[in-house]
Antibody
Framework: QVQLQQSGAELTKPGSSVKISCKASGYTFTSYDISWIKQRPGQALEWIGA????????GYNEKFKGKATLTVDKSSSTAFMQLSSLTPEDTAVYYC???????????WGQGTLVTVSS | DTVLTQSPALAVSLGQRVTISCRASKSVSTYMHWYQQKSGQQPKLLIYSASNLESGVPSRFSGSGSGTDFTLTIDPVEADDIANYYCQQSNELPLTFGSGTKLEIK
């Protein structure tokens, strides 16, 4: 079965960077884009961007350009998102999700809580 | 960006029918999807491309609409349906989500 397993919670300081991972299993990793989605406490969902694991091509929400960098490691079927220059406004749960324009996001990771605090 | 507008909250009695609406600021054709999110959990896809029921989702859930106006219907509502519901468009980048509708029991 399709699974997306994310890395554990992170506690980081303002101004630092963090890299979280999303390991895919149960399907051909290079066949579907992986998106990353942010959810601040009690807030709605925001799409950060997506990566095509086959080509490495990326697309970002303008709001997150310069903040998030998406990469993949095909050998381990893992997608990564690095968040830089962290501020308290980056405190959120970050989800990876597999989807397509037609099917929506049918599969989600369990989420990674990133807390930015001094 | 395509803005998706949802009512913040709805109260419904168990066993009744409820419709949750989502209005897009521009046409998204039928590239609209619906998710259920319970407290502390990741979102779960219910309906894709406006009216297609995701595998494993109870037939109590249905979706309709095209262009700018969409609805998610739950009939009948069960206690397990208490959650936040989000619409999401995939017609154009950036992908956007509605602000969510919180379903409450009367």
């Amino acid at each position: 079965q399709v699974q997306l397993q994310q890395s554990g919670a992170e506690l980081t300081k303002p101004g630092s960077s963090v890299k979280i991972s999303c390991k895919a299993s149960g399907y051909t990793f290079t066949s579907y884009d992986i998106s990353w989605i942010k959810q601040r406490p009690g807030q709605a969902l925001e799409w950060i961007g997506a990566i095509n694991p086959g080509s490495g091509g990326t697309g970002y929400n303008e709001k997150f350009k310069g903040k998030a960098t998406l990469t993949v490691d095909k050998s381990s079927s893992t997608a990564f998102m690095q968040l830089s220059s962290l501020t308290p406004e980056d405190t959120a749960v970050y989800y990876c999700a597999r989807g397509s324009n037609w099917e929506g996001f049918a599969y989600w990771g369990q989420g990674t809580l990133v807390t930015v605090s001094s | 960006d395509t803005v998706l507008t949802q009512s913040p909250a709805l109260a419904v009695s168990l066993g009744q029918r409820v419709t949750i609406s989502c209005r897009a600021s521009k046409s998204v054709s039928t590239y609209m999807h619906w998710y259920q999110q319970k407290s502390g959990q990741q979102p779960k896809l219910l309906i894709y491309s406006a009216s297609n029921l995701e595998s494993g989702v109870p037939s109590r859930f249905s979706g309709s609409g095209s262009g700018t106006d969409f609805t998610l219907t739950i009939d009948p509502v069960e206690a397990d349906d208490i959650a936040n519901y989000y619409c999401q468009q995939s017609n154009e980048l950036p992908l956007t989500f509605g602000s969510g509708t919180k379903l409450e029991i009367k």
